[in-house]
T-cell receptor, first 119, second 117 residues
Framework: AQKITQTQPGMFVQEKEAVTLDCTYDTSDQSYGLFWYKQPSSGEMIFLIYQGSYDEQNATEGRYSLNFQKARKSANLVISASQLGDSAMYFCAMREGRRSGGGADGLTFGKGTHLIIQP | EAGVAQSPRYKIIEKRQSVAFWCNPISGHATLYWYQQILGQGPKLLIQFQNNGVVDDSQLPKDRFSAERLKGVDSTLKIQPAKLEDSAVYLC???????????????FGDGTRLSIL
C-alpha cells in the first residue's frame, strides 16, 4: 500500500479562488510529521507547511493552511486566494518516527498534484 | 543564509559510463539526504547521512550507486556504471538535527538533472 496518496494528478483553478489539494497517508507510527512542498517548473523544492501528529491546531502559513484530520489520516493543503505564481507541482510528504538525536527520517513523497492557475 | 548547493546542474552521459554529483548543505546542518526524482514522480530517498555516518541506505542500489560524506559537510553521490533507468533529477537536502527539531523541514538544492543516452 502506498504511504502517501495524492488522488488529483492535475487541477485547473481560476485565479483568486481557493484550492484544496488532497493527501491521505498510511502509517502505524504514533509520532510522525506531514509536509507540503511546492516544485515549480524550474525544479527546486520549496517547503510550504508542516503538521506534527501531536499538533492539536491545524497549521497555517500565510495563504497556506493544512486541514489535518487525524482519524481519517488526511492532510489536505488549502491555498487561499490563488495567484498565477502558485502554478506548480505540489507534493505531500511524511516523516515517520520521532527524531531525537538521530535515526532514519527520510521523507516519503506522494506522486504530486500539478496545479495550474488560470487568469 | 546560503541554501543547499549542488553541481553540476545538468549532466548527459552514455549508459555504462560513470558520473558523480556534489552537494554542500546549509551551514550547521548535520543531516544530509540524497533523493532520486524520476520524471512524473515524487522524490525517493536514496541515502541519509548524519554527520559523516550513514543512517539509512536501504533504498540505495548498492551494486552501482555509492555515496560518501567524509568530513561531515559536503557529499558526493556516484553512479557506476549508469543504466538508462537512472535518468532522473538527483536532489540533495539537509536539515537540522537533534531533539526538539522534529518540525524542521528538509531544505533542498536545485538538483542535478541526469540524462542517460
Amino acid at each position: 500500500a502506498q504511504k502517501i496518496t495524492q488522488t488529483q494528478p492535475g487541477m485547473f483553478v481560476q485565479e483568486k479562488e481557493a484550492v484544496t489539494l488532497d493527501c491521505t497517508y498510511d502509517t502505524s507510527d504514533q509520532s510522525y510529521g506531514l509536509f507540503w512542498y511546492k516544485q515549480p517548473s524550474s525544479g527546486e523544492m520549496i517547503f510550504l507547511i508542516y503538521q506534527g501528529s501531536y499538533d492539536e491546531q491545524n497549521a497555517t502559513e500565510g495563504r497556506y493552511s493544512l486541514n489535518f484530520q487525524k482519524a481519517r489520516k488526511s492532510a489536505n493543503l488549502v491555498i487561499s486566494a490563488s495567484q498565477l505564481g502558485d502554478s506548480a507541482m505540489y507534493f505531500c510528504a511524511m516523516r515517520e518516527g520521532r527524531r531525537s538525536g538521530g535515526g532514519a527520517d527520510g521523507l516519503t513523497f506522494g506522486k504530486g498534484t500539478h496545479l495550474i492557475i488560470q487568469p | 543564509e546560503a541554501g543547499v548547493a549542488q553541481s553540476p546542474r545538468y549532466k548527459i552521459i552514455e549508459k555504462r559510463q560513470s558520473v558523480a554529483f556534489w552537494c554542500n548543505p546549509i551551514s550547521g546542518h548535520a543531516t544530509l539526504y540524497w533523493y532520486q526524482q524520476i520524471l512524473g514522480q515524487g522524490p525517493k530517498l536514496l541515502i541519509q547521512f548524519q554527520n559523516n555516518g550513514v543512517v539509512d541506505d536501504s533504498q540505495l542500489p548498492k551494486d552501482r550507486f555509492s555515496a560518501e560524506r567524509l568530513k561531515g559537510v559536503d557529499s558526493t553521490l556516484k553512479i557506476q556504471p549508469a543504466k538508462l533507468e537512472d535518468s532522473a533529477v538527483y536532489l540533495c537536502a539537509s536539515s537540522l538535527e537533534g531533539a526538539g527539531y522534529s518540525n524542521q523541514p528538509q531544505h533542498f538544492g536545485d538538483g542535478t538533472r541526469l540524462s542517460i543516452l
